[in-house]
């Protein structure tokens, strides 16, 4: 049994030599959100099902904080004259650049933009910036586009922006808030709230494991991922949710 996590600096050049060696490597980018599918079709079904999922649960909080009761129908002809008065807030917890991040924004422009919904877009940079301090103020800085701008709802995207944002200042309070990317567990932030719904994120690391198993060439796995909070509370879900030992390596910088 492995029991160990490291964290340390890479220098440019610079390589690690692991005792003992590990026999197999989980990456953060191999395991974040959405396992890897094992082919073309099963990865774009599995996007095409993350965009109806979000998509529906935004159309369930404006509906029901705006409409009266009506027959199906006639709610289907209205649908885009309810959409057009709406405002969205999307907040991030890290930045512009990342993968997933454009690929959230291209799903949520293209279905907004369908509809006439308005929306606004900010970063709170908190995978750059991990100092406490910062995070604090990114979040002020979310809290007064909000009271500037007046959504109709707000999605947060990933721990940071929930934890920060809508736990202290927004928890069971009049503001729809919609969040996206929450890894593993929403308890250690107090949820249900009474004016929240979203998605978690769920990786299916047993089966990559046994995936695995058929490259390597003994049991030992290790994980090498940032030091950050979501990459170590993803790290406890695997042990203590999965009952998956391995040895945590933890990066601070490539710098």
Known sequence: MIQCSTTFELKPGETINFEPAPTAFLTCSTVSTVPAPTNKAAHILISIMKKIIIFF??????????CEKRGTDELNEDIET?????????????HAEIEG???????????FEKVGI????????????????????????AKITIEEYEPDVVITIDDNAFKYLIMPYYRDGDLPVVFVGIDWDVSVYDVPYSNTTGMISVALVSELIEHLKEYAKGERIAWLGQDTFTERKVIKAYREILDIDMATYYVINFE
């Open 57 to 66: 649960m935004i159309c369930i909080f404006i509906f029901t904080s705006s």
């Open 82 to 94: 309810e959409y057009q008065d709406k405002k969205i807030l999307i907040v991030h917890s890290y």
């Open 101 to 111: 991040v454009i690929e959230k924004n291209r799903s949520f422009i293209d279905n």
């Open 118 to 141: 308005e929306y606004k877009i900010i970063y709170m940079d908190t995978k750059r910036n991990t100092n406490e301090e910062f995070k604090l103020n990114a979040a002020l800085d």
